[in-house]
């Protein structure tokens, strides 16, 4: 079956068979919360090493990939079926890029599209302030809000692809790009 795109298509097509692979899987530790701050961590420390020069872009640098990095892992983490979670991560054309690949079940995957249908027909901020005042009102509304202080604040560039799997459970593809600082230092 033909995979299903949201967001920036184009997204989906850049190779980063240049950047950095890792694999989180399943274990006698079980995966869990701690392991994307570990993991986003870990590749925020690697990926903003170019900005080292300059103090500031550094920790911007920093601080963007971190955060985008544990946004999506974090979400790979808490929604997935049992198995691996593929992470890439690469600098491509003066942007921090992510890639995260899980499998999770029929029943997110038609949740999460029905989020992300919303999301091409209203603007991120405005979302993500009504969100806010949801979760304000009824804390178990499932915040989503990390996705959408990705796209308002970050001026994430997202691209989601939703495959079939031979065992009734879809794969997401996540993509994420944030421009870096610019540097004269690098």
């Known amino acids: 079956m033909t995979p299903k795109i949201y967001g920036i298509e184009s997204l989906t097509d850049i190779s980063l068979d240049a950047g950095a692979r890792l694999t989180l899987s399943d274990g006698p530790l079980q995966l869990g ?38 946004e999506l892992i974090e979400n790979a983490v808490k929604f997935r079926q049992p198995g691996e979670i593929l ?31 919303r999301l091409q027909s209203d603007e991120p901020g405005a979302l993500l302030l009504e969100q ?10 499932g915040s989503g809000l990390g996705l959408l202080t990705l796209l308002s604040d970050y ?14 459970h879809i794969i997401l593809t996540t993509t994420a790009a ?9």
């Open 87 to 117: 992470i890439e991560a690469g600098m491509i054309d003066g942007s921090f890029l992510l890639r995260v690949k899980n499998a999770i079940d029929s029943a997110t995957a038609s949740r999460f599209q029905a989020l992300l249908h």
């Open 132 to 141: 806010i005042e949801t979760n304000a009102i009824s804390p178990e509304s």
């Open 33 to 70: 919360w701690k392991h994307s701050g570990m993991t986003s961590d870990f590749i925020a420390e690697i990926m903003a090493l170019p900005y080292s020069r300059s103090r500031k872009d550094y920790l911007q640098a920093h601080h963007d990939i971190g955060y985008l990095s544990n």
């Open 178 to 186: 944030v421009a870096m600082p610019p540097s004269s230092n690098l």
């Open 155 to 168: 001026d994430a560039r997202m691209a989601w692809t939703f495959e079939e799997n031979d065992d009734e």
